[in-house]
């Protein structure tokens, strides 16, 4: 992870600048503010921050908009702030290419937490080769020879179930959404439904999880997607 | 003091007519004695004085041909353009009432109170006008002639020879506010006549002249002058009441008046009006059905329910009774209504024939006790020929004759064979019984035929010599008379007989349709229940096309109601029609003299609070014109629909605001229930960060965590209240959609109940879902919301450290999912009503949350076609129970996979 990454925060409203502005630069961000998308755009030209926090819902411009002409030429990556009941929203933004979403009111402690795991997938990708084993918890994945273990037991799973798996293990901590798994995992002209996702997804629970009903693993973000559970 | 006291009743009568007037136009009458004494000159004056002090005036109509003298006073007065109406060719010039409503001035001037409207205005006469702008709170000062009083016409006519065709009613005249006399006497006027200052139009010159001679002048004048002393006297009267002065209270009077088929009777029926007024006594005029009324020519009829109206206009009340004796049905009628006086006209019939059908006047002089008898002369107007003999069934008339001599016929050849055995005389039994055949059948002109015709074939074929009509026995003749006699007598019985029953029948039909219908519409729930039943017995009773029109919207546009009104197709005039009937409150169409150019006949409804509807009838070609009696029964059903409309109206009304008051009550209840939620978290908060602000620096590390701590906690309880507050507020304003998806009951179970893990933490949770549990079409995000406001409810109501139970489970067609908790139950009452909006349990006092959670729970449920409910759980806790509907199939499983292991 980058040394005291630079953040921009693209949010209309004054308190929430306020408290964000507080409680980052005490855990050793860089915060750059903007109150509008447009002005947000220009920061990401001239500033290349390391993360961007945008709020969907901003006076100029909605947020999808600054998202699509963000992704035409940066890959920073993008946190998106929206309030519940927007689902639909926040999905076309992940799938304009948003990294990850909260939902307000939110706390600092999770906001932190998804601000981590987004910068650390942004080095990564640089660095592109990542660990050879995958563990999370009970769960370890050797990607290499491609095993799975849960405990020392190990676990059968079919290709797809696999596919599945891994794609989350590549996205850990950050949520995938239903048409980026289908894309990922049976490729860009996939036509299968969400719901084939979801039969996959119980054969892959019942698989690994010891309760598939109060799962540790694999987390289901109702109407967005899927996220592997961040260590 | 008490005899002077003032009764009651008549103050309340004041009171109330006090209470019409005030929101009524004022209306006074420029009264005169004759054209060209200066009435509208008068009028002009008194307008331009009230224009002065300030009155809005306008003048809506003076006639166009007056001097200009009077034109002169016109000018600086606003002035309302005449209405033009094509009429046969011309173009006449009329009141224009509807521009004159719209202009709504305080004051306005209208000419000619008696003017006929040209046919197609509103009214057929300008009175009619006049009092439809007094009640719409105009005032109106206008003019009229004392030969142009209804009551007078007769009286006129005398005096001046001419019949008068323009009149107005008395109650007009006697209602007006303010009576202005403008006097002039004969001499004046004829002198005005001879300057010219008198407007004459040309083609009436002769006649006017006839009319303007100092003889009937000085008679007018006196008229005039009468009237409006007569006037003054009730006014001293009314004052005197009004301030309850002792003095002679007038003894109650009622005046009944005898009124039959002839013209004399309309003379009648003014002359009762006349002493009725000078007697301030109401007065009834009754028409006796006698058998001989089924003779009645058609123009008979018509004169007859012509008087019967002009009865109804001059104030008067009708009744039709029906009887063999009219002098026993007169006093029968008088005595049940306390009659005082009867009022009969002076027989005109020669005296043989009264000599042989006796007298009206004398049998009531002789039956009548206390009840006075005044006999009117007529005048040499004859009572109208029966000229047309009409049987019973006039449709058949030529038949019945036909027939008549077809049953003389067959007598004829029954009598034939008979005639060897029997006496001849024996035989007339059988012309007889044809007679009777007949006379029951057709009436009594066929059986008056039959009659003779049997008289002369007795003769013909069975006295000697046989087939001639010579006789030589002159004894027979004797027979013959006898014959004629006896055949006449049972043809008028038994046609008399006839005719009672069928006016029987009828009477008894009118009083069962009455019955029925009231039944019938007391057991009415809704308009159109009424409608339907109305309807039906209205147009069986007065056998017409009938329709119920009702305010169908707040506009009170007017809309037929039910779909039995089939049928019902009036004229294109007659919505409008129908509508000034529901405004004004009054009877109007064909039949009426208010716009009765229209084809149906409209009563309004009339309940106790107004009108709420109108009854239509549309005549059948039999019955016109209508007849008072009819109308009389038209009126009653009409006020029968209308108190049952009423009711249901009423009705409607308590239901809507007894949901009112509920919804009121619910409001109520979700502002005390908020209002406390929201405050409580938000003291918590402004509290702890006040003291924090407050002295930051002072205070222990361990309060300071303390305190942000319960910051965080309560911050996050009025988040999850604002988020149900805003979930209910959607699903009942039905923006909630339900996106209905194949879903994994597994999945969504886990996404709940990791979004609530900070409200379990102090309770295991145990899941029971059946294995291979199958897929159900519903909405994620919804359903994951019931279930984490089933569980948090579970735990906010149970004790820390008791487990709650998730159990699943389906069968083929649904899929049940209950959250069981160990809490303290739910009162065995208030199982339904956890669901309902804003319910709190009784132990729930210091817990947070609006008693939404679980109304927002099952209205997401219903939107799913699933059910909720609470149940007491065996042991202690509630279990909380939803179905999901299943699909009759499963989502189709994905093509299997080619390698299977890895």
């Not at chain 2, 009777?265 to 059905?289: M, Q």
């Not at chain 2, 042989?356 to 006790?369: A, F």
């Not at chain 2, 038949?399 to 005639?419: E, F, K, Q």
């Not at chain 2, 939404?852 to 909380?880: D, K, S, W, Y």
């Amino acid at each position: 992870m980058v040394q005291d990454p630079k953040i921009l925060l693209i949010e209309d409203e004054l308190e929430i600048r306020r408290f964000l502005r507080a409680s980052l630069a005490n855990h050793g961000y860089r915060l750059l503010e903007s109150e509008t998308g447009q002005g947000g755009l220009n920061l990401v030209a001239d500033e290349h921050p390391d993360l961007v926090l945008l709020d969907l819902g901003l006076p100029d411009t909605d947020g999808l908009t600054v998202i699509r002409k963000l992704r035409g030429w940066s890959q920073v990556p993008i946190i998106i702030l929206s309030a519940r009941g927007q689902e639909a929203d926040k999905v076309k933004a992940l799938d304009a290419g948003a990294d990850d979403y909260l939902t307000k009111p939110f706390s600092v402690v999770e906001l932190q937490a998804r601000m981590r795991v987004a910068l650390r997938h942004a080095t990564q990708d640089q660095n592109e080769a990542g660990e050879p084993i995958f563990t999370l918890g009970r769960l370890r994945v050797d990607l290499e020879r491609r095993q799975v273990f849960v405990g020392e037991k190990g676990v059968h799973l079919t290709p797809i179930e696999y596919r599945i798996l891994t794609t989350l293990i590549k996205h850990a901590g950050k949520v995938v959404t239903h048409r980026q798994l289908l894309k990922e995992v049976w490729g860009p002209d996939s036509v299968f439904e969400r719901h084939y996702l979801r039969v996959y997804m119980t054969h892959l629970r019942r698989k690994i999880e010891l309760d598939p009903a109060q799962p540790e693993f694999v987390l289901t973000d109702p109407g967005i997607g899927y996220r592997l559970a961040s260590s | 003091m008490d005899d002077r006291r003032r009764d009651p009743d008549a103050l309340l009568l004041r009171v109330q007519a006090e209470e019409a007037k005030k929101s009524r136009g004022k209306l006074k009458i420029f009264f005169g004695a004759a054209p060209g004494v200066g009435k509208t000159y008068t009028m002009l004056e008194a307008g331009r004085e009230q224009a002065r002090e300030g009155i809005d005036v306008l003048v809506g109509y003076i006639e166009p041909h007056v001097r200009p003298e009077t034109q002169a006073l016109v000018l600086g007065l606003d002035v309302l353009a005449r209405k033009e109406v094509p009429y046969r060719g011309t173009k006449l010039v009329e009141f224009d009432l509807e521009a004159a409503l719209a202009k709504r001035p305080q004051l306005i001037l209208v000419d000619e109170l008696a003017h006929t409207n040209a046919p197609g205005m509103t009214h057929a006469k300008r009175w009619q006008d006049v009092i439809q702008l007094l009640e719409a709170g105009i005032s109106v000062y206008t003019t009229l002639n004392v030969q142009h009083l209804e009551s007078l016409r007769d009286v006129i006519a005398q005096i001046t020879g001419i019949s008068v065709a323009e009149t107005v009613p008395d109650s007009v005249f006697e209602e007006a506010d303010e009576l202005e006399l403008v006097d002039l006497p004969a001499d004046g006027l004829l002198e005005r006549m001879r300057e010219g200052k008198v407007y004459v139009p040309h083609q009436a010159e002769r006649a006017i002249q006839n009319f303007f001679s100092k003889g009937n002048l000085i008679a007018l004048r006196e008229l005039a002058l009468r009237k409006a002393a007569e006037r003054v006297g009730a006014e001293m009267e009314d004052y005197r009441e009004e301030h309850g002065a002792a003095g002679v209270w007038p003894v109650n009077e009622r005046l009944l008046v005898c009124v039959g088929p002839s013209p004399f009777s309309a003379k009648l029926v003014r002359a009762t009006r006349r002493i009725a007024g000078s007697l301030k006594a109401p007065w009834i005029a009754v028409h006796v059905e006698t058998p001989a009324d089924s003779r009645l020519s058609e123009k008979d009829r018509a004169q007859l329910s012509q008087t019967l109206n002009l009865v109804e206009q001059l104030g008067g009340e009708t009744a039709t009774l029906s009887g063999h004796s009219l002098a026993d049905e007169l006093i029968h009628y008088a005595r049940s209504r306390n009659v005082t006086k009867i009022i009969v006209g002076k027989p005109s019939r020669p005296r043989w024939k009264e000599w042989l059908q006796g007298s009206l006047v004398y049998e009531l002089t002789r039956k009548c006790g206390d009840i006075d008898i005044y006999v009117i002369t007529g005048d040499s107007e004859k009572r109208s020929a029966t000229t047309a003999v009409e049987p019973i069934r006039s449709s058949s008339t030529t038949n019945a004759y036909l027939l008549s001599l077809l049953t003389v016929l067959a007598c004829t050849l029954v009598s034939w064979p008979l005639s060897y055995f029997l006496a001849a005389t024996n035989l007339i039994m059988v012309y007889l019984l044809g007679v009777v055949a007949i006379a029951t059948r057709f009436g009594r002109g066929p059986s008056i035929l039959a009659s003779v015709l049997s008289v002369a074939a007795f003769d013909f074929f069975f006295i000697p010599p046989f087939l001639t009509f010579a006789v030589h026995d002159t004894q027979y003749v004797f027979t013959f008379a006898v014959m004629l006699a006896t055949a006449l007598t049972i043809s008028t019985l038994t046609t008399r007989v006839t005719f009672q029953a069928e006016s029987a029948r009828a009477r008894e039909r009118r009083t069962a349709s009455l019955y029925a219908i009231s039944h019938q519409l007391a057991a009415a729930r809704t308009p159109e229940q009424i409608a339907q039943a109305a309807v039906r017995h209205v147009a069986e009773a007065v056998d017409a096309k009938v329709a119920i029109l009702l305010a169908s919207d707040d506009e009170g546009r007017l809309a037929v109601i039910g779909a039995e009104a089939e049928g019902f197709d009036p004229g294109p005039h007659d919505e409008a029609v129908a509508r000034w009937v529901f405004d004004h409150g009054e009877i109007a169409g064909h039949g009426t003299t208010t716009l009765p150019g229209s084809a149906g006949l409209y009563l309004p409804l009339s309940a106790s609070h107004g009108t709420v509807g109108v009854l239509g009838v549309l005549p059948n070609r039999a019955w016109r014109p209508i007849e008072p009696e009819r109308l009389h029964l038209l009126e009653t059903l009409s006020g029968l629909i209308a108190l049952a409309v009423e009711r249901v109206q009423l009705a409607a009304e308590a239901a809507r605001i007894r949901v009112q008051m509920e919804t009121e009550k619910l409001r109520s209840s979700l502002l005390s229930a908020v209002s406390h939620d929201l405050r409580t978290p938000l003291s918590v908060i402004m509290g702890a960060t006040s003291t924090l602000l407050d002295s930051v620096d002072r205070i222990e590390p361990q309060l300071r965590r303390e305190l942000l701590g319960s910051i965080l906690e309560e911050a996050g309880h009025l988040n999850r209240l604002v988020a149900n507050l805003l979930d209910m507020t959607r699903l009942e304003a039905g923006a909630l959609e339900v996106h209905k998806e194949w879903q994994s009951l597994e999945e969504i179970v886990g996404a709940a109940l990791g979004r609530t893990s900070q409200q379990l933490k102090d309770h295991p949770v145990v899941t029971h879902l059946q294995p291979e549990l199958p897929f159900v079409p519903m909405d994620d995000l919804l359903i994951e919301q019931v279930l984490a406001n089933l569980v948090e409810n579970a735990a906010k109501y149970s004790p820390p450290g008791t487990p709650i139970e998730l159990t699943a489970f389906a069968n083929d067609t649904i899929l049940t999912v209950e959250v069981a908790d160990r809490g303290p139950g739910v009162p065995h009452t208030d199982l339904e009503r956890v669901f309902e909006k804003f319910y709190r349990a009784a132990n729930s006092r210091g817990r947070p949350g609006a008693g939404l959670g679980l109304a927002i729970c099952r209205g997401i449920i219903e939107l799913h076609g699933g059910q909720i409910e609470a149940e007491n759980r065996p042991g202690g806790g509630t279990v909380f129970r939803f179905t999901l509907p299943l699909a009759t199939t499963q989502p189709e499983v994905p093509p299997a996979e080619t390698s299977t292991e890895t």
